[in-house]
């Protein structure tokens, strides 16, 4: 009867160790993945830090290329006007030297 609960003991703490080492092992596994999940979400705010900023530098070209094409517009119209005076002082320079 001695023998027989010294055998069971052994198994049982045999059977305890191996548990142990299943739950060591799965703490690994735990924390492995702790580990990935924190690169991950440290990558993922970086990448959304940085579309945040490209958003931001867009914008800022998107309003910088408007206000080069108004200003484009405007100096087309002053291009062509000046375009027509020259014309028309070239005109009447060329009436001038024929009389």
């Known amino acids: 009867m001695f ?4 055998i069971f003991a052994a198994l049982f703490s045999l059977t305890s160790l191996a548990q142990a080492k299943d739950v060591s092992a799965q ?3 735990v924390e492995y993945a702790r580990e990935n999940q924190a690169k991950a979400e440290t990558e993922h705010k970086g990448n959304l830090q940085r579309v945040a900023e490209s958003e931001k530098s867009l ?3 998107q309003k910088r290329l408007a206000e080069d094409r108004q200003k484009t517009e405007a100096s087309k119209k002053q291009l062509d006007e000046a ?3 020259l014309l ?3 005109e ?3 009436k001038a030297w024929k009389e």
């Open 88 to 90: 028309r002082a070239q």
């Open 83 to 85: 375009n027509a005076k």
């Open 59 to 61: 914008a800022d070209a």
């Open 27 to 29: 703490q690994v596994g």
């Open 92 to 94: 009447v320079l060329d």
């Open 3 to 6: 023998r027989t609960a010294l």
